[in-house]
């Protein structure tokens, strides 16, 4: 136990989330994973919805625009 040889594991987590359709289910995902105590390195959502409600896509486009979440449309 010699604290000169700790070490520490640093993980940096991916996590992708394809979708197509499902408004609500895919901004309450994000809301719950944005809400996590230790954030992801990365939320990338992979989205093939030809259009979401305006709420949606200004959601998704806040949490783009502020690096949040990656976002890939189809």
Do not use: K, M
Not at 33 to 55: K, N, Y
């Amino acid at each position: 136990n010699n604290p000169l040889f700790r070490s520490t594991v640093i993980v940096s987590l991916s996590i992708a989330i394809p979708t197509y359709g499902r408004d609500s289910v895919l901004c309450n995902t994000i809301e719950a994973l944005l809400a996590l105590p230790i954030s992801a390195g990365e939320i990338l959502v992979v989205d093939q919805t030809s259009q979401h409600s305006a709420e949606t896509t200004g959601r998704l486009g806040r949490w783009h625009a502020s690096g949040a979440i990656r976002l890939i449309q189809r």
